[in-house]
């Protein structure tokens, strides 16, 4: 979409110059940058925005949520499902700073975000005045670009340049510190979309000779293996991936950010790689003579001991990004550019391929999967309810067409495993930085970015608590959302490494939790706890049926355990089964 | 600290905005690669800031990727580098002298001729000497002036460089993104 937008003419000038305050100006800007969305919270030093909001309720919906990370996390879901650029609104000082965790997961999972920060009058900045924080200096690194706005003459050009640089290329969040004097003074406006900057290619040239390489190695490849990661659902390039893929006969595999790029039950997907993905991706991944990693970008989660990791095969890296080609795995051939546009390029200098043989020892690994771990994980006939087999009860029961979005633990990674997917942009979670308190509200921004699509939002009772107070925002504006609590009454994931690595000395992950039910109920939030098998289905049931948001509360084994697990920096052909069992 | 490893030349075009420096340096702490010399000015394009940093590391692939890294910030232009082969490089150094002890010592004309000295400053307070040239040049004066005459101030200023190669990356780079935004610009009209 984004691409499409860089299509239209670059200079749209508004007719006539009006003047106005810089607040309005912001306000326009974001307009004419088709904003119709904005969380935020207000504060002394973004008052002038916010009053200039009250004037545009109709053109611009504002969330108010309970805390900048709420804010953050909304944009960047909303940003996830709908291909459009989130944006959040805070105050200077503290606003800004809560809004820190949230940009720093935008920038590792690449989400095209704009934070837009009020910032002490110019004449103050430097004095350590009342809630002044180097905002710009805490944020260049952990943004794709930051810019402090001191005078109202440079707002609009500020975010038409915010925008462009946000959504172009590999998308990142952008950082807008505005002065308040730059809010209050007047000027004249105007506007312009940014669509280049000389110093910014966002999309690198396809390289011819690298495209014909690649097809080549590829036409040559007796095993090829794929890694699909986010890039293709960034770059809207699903459908030319699909075409590549089953025009090699290309099994692959998905990054957790690339999940749902491909549907669940394509016959060439193998599931999910990495640390708690499937058993044949990551065993495959050593075994396969090509490898083809698709928008991703090998992160250590995905590859284990990179010392031992593909060491067998040519590796063909597609990227957007050239500081990613051989950053932490030596490609043979590098393709940069944007994957809608160069995959097709190699598709079609692609032989027509099959390799029955391959794919079927794929099967072989999966059946061993299955029988160890996905069998007793979602079909389990007595004992404590499993998290596996929530999960698999509620995507069954939206006809795998729900967006799954989660916090950070146990049931993350089993919701990721899990649940299946028809559509694109249907999972929503805190990939490279596992952000607890991340899944509500990156649920309620997914709701706004994709307000007809069901969003199902799995969390566990640690991470509920770290971000439960948007409960206040789901009440405030009736937001629908489901909420699946696995609650195992421990910090799951930590509980797990202290019992397989720690001498099962659980310190600090057992915890004393509140009557969740009860705090949804405050929240005028329906719910129910359910805490036997024969419950789950109707309750399921009810929740789907029910006309608003929903907190399902199940119950689960307190000691579960999520497998396969490759232990972090092992390699990835050395994976535990569960029950003393490996591979 | 520094054996094997070679001494690399960082060249760095950027547009002239605030707080780029802070973000160059930021790739560098992260890569955990140590700062030399630095040297910052205002290069032959107008609105373009050039600058100059070497770094030692023991493998260039470490340089590949510092290089792609900083390059991809938005406000950079282009970044390379250099090993001292393809350089013309130089540094300044400015060393203060006591005139009495000079005086004791009897030639500067010694030193201008060793060491193509410039005298920038004599008084009755002291002297000033001026060295350009490699870094042993410029450490080379100063050692030998410590041991004799001694030294009251010392200052050296980071690298510059040149690369010997005919073409200019940077007005390459220029052209080539002028072309494309024309390219742009037609097939957005349309
Ligand atoms: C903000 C933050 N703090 C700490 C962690 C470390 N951590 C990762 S998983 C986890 C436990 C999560 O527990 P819970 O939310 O109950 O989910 P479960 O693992 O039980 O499903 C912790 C503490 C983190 N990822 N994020």
New interface residues.
């Given amino acids: 979409m984004e691409r499409d937008k860089q299509t239209q003419p670059v200079i749209t000038p508004t007719a006539n110059k009006e003047t106005l305050s810089g607040s309005e100006i912001l306000i326009r800007a974001l307009v004419a940058e088709g904003v119709d969305t904005v969380f935020g919270y207000p504060g002394g030093a973004i008052m002038p925005v916010f009053d200039a909001l009250y004037d545009h309720k109709e053109r611009i919906k504002h969330i108010l949520v309970r805390h900048e990370q709420g804010a953050v996390h909304a944009a960047q879901g909303y940003a996830r499902v709908s291909e459009k650029v989130g944006v959040a609104l805070v105050t200077s000082g503290p606003g800004a700073t809560n809004a820190i965790t949230g940009i720093t997961d935008a920038m590792m999972d690449s989400t095209p975000m704009v934070v837009i920060s009020g910032q002490v009058v110019s004449s103050l900045l430097g004095t350590d005045a009342f809630q002044e924080a180097d905002v710009i200096g805490v944020t260049q690194p952990i943004t794709k670009w930051v810019y402090q706005v001191r005078r109202a003459e440079d707002i609009a050009w500020a975010v038409s340049r915010a925008f462009h640089i946000a959504a172009s290329g590999r998308p990142g969040p952008v950082v807008l510190d505005i002065a308040k004097d730059a809010q209050v003074n007047s000027c004249d406006f105007s506007y312009e979309r940014t669509t280049f900057l000389r110093s910014y290619q966002p999309i690198p040239d396809p390289e011819e000779d690298k495209i014909q390489m690649a097809a080549e190695v590829i036409n040559s490849a007796k095993k090829p293996f794929a890694l699909v990661g986010q890039g293709v659902i960034l770059g809207n390039a699903e459908e030319e991936l699909i075409a590549f893929l089953e025009k090699g006969g290309i099994p692959f595999g998905s990054t957790i950010l690339g999940l749902s790029a491909v549907p669940t039950d394509h016959p060439l997907n193998m599931g999910m790689l990495g640390m708690h993905g499937n058993v044949s991706p990551n065993i495959k991944t050593n075994e396969c003579d090509v490898l083809i990693a698709i928008g991703m970008r090998f992160d250590d989660r995905v590859t284990g001991d990179l010392k031992t990791y593909a060491k067998q095969a040519k590796v063909i890296h597609f990227d957007i990004d050239p500081a990613e080609l051989d950053k932490n795995v030596k490609t043979t051939v590098k393709v940069v550019g944007d994957a809608k546009q160069t995959l097709p390029l190699v598709t079609k200098q692609m032989e027509q391929r099959a390799h029955p043989e391959w794919l079927a020892e794929f099967d072989t690994y999966y059946q061993k999967e299955y029988d160890h771990i996905i069998k007793k994980e979602l079909y389990p006939e007595s004992g404590e309810i499993k998290m596996g087999e929530v999960v698999h009860k509620v995507t069954e029961a939206t006809n795998n067409e729900a967006i799954c979005v989660t916090d950070v633990g146990q049931h993350q990674m089993m919701s990721t495993r899990y649940f299946k997917y028809t559509k694109s942009r249907s999972m929503v979670t805190s990939g490279g930085l596992g952000t607890m308190g991340f899944g509500l509200p990156a649920g309620i921004g997914a709701k706004y970015g994709a307000p007809d699509r069901e969003v199902c939002i799995f969390v566990g009772d640690g991470g509920l608590q770290m971000t439960m107070h948007e409960f206040g925002t789901i009440m405030d504006y009736g937001v629908n959302v489901k909420i699946i609590l696995l609650n195992n009454n421990f910090l799951g994931m930590v509980r797990q490494w202290q019992e397989l690595f720690f001498d099962e000395r659980y310190s600090e992950t057992q915890m004393k939790n509140p009557d969740f039910i009860k705090v949804a109920d405050a929240y005028g939030i329906k719910g129910k706890k359910v805490t036997k098998r024969e419950e789950l289905d109707d309750a399921i049931k009810e929740m789907l049926d029910h006309d608003g948001s929903y907190l399902l509360e199940v119950v689960v084994e307190t000691k579960g355990m999520v497998y396969p697990m490759v232990p972090a920096g092992g390699s990835i052909s050395n994976i535990m089964l569960g029950n003393g069992y490996s591979l | 600290m520094n054996d094997n490893k070679t001494l690399y030349t960082i060249t760095i075009f ?2 002239n905005t ?2 780029v420096l ?2 160059i340096t ?1 790739i560098f702490t ?1 890569r955990q690669l140590n700062i030399e010399t630095l040297s910052v000015s205002p290069s032959a394009i107008e609105g373009i800031h050039k600058f100059t940093i070497t770094t030692f590391t023991n493998d260039e ?1 470490v340089m ?2 510092l290089v ?2 900083i ?2 910030r ?4 282009k970044a390379y580098y250099n090993t001292d082969e393809d350089l013309v490089h130089q540094e300044l150094a400015l060393y203060k002298l006591s005139t009495e002890k000079v005086m004791e010592h009897g030639s500067i004309e010694y030193f201008v001729r060793k060491y193509n000295v410039r005298i920038l400053e004599v008084s009755v307070d002291c002297v000033v000497f001026l060295k350009a040239g490699h870094f042993d040049e410029t450490q080379g004066l100063f050692e030998e002036l410590s041991s004799t005459i001694g030294v009251l101030q010392f200052v050296r200023s980071g690298r510059i460089a040149i690369t010997k190669s005919k073409v200019e990356r940077l007005s390459d780079m ?1 052209a080539k ?2 072309e ?2 024309s390219l ?2 037609a ?3 349309i």
């Fill in positions: 950027s547009e605030v707080g802070n973000q930021t992260r692939e590949k990727k792609r890294l390059d991809k938005v406000d950079i232009l220029l993104r002028e494309q935004k742009l610009l097939t957005q009209q």
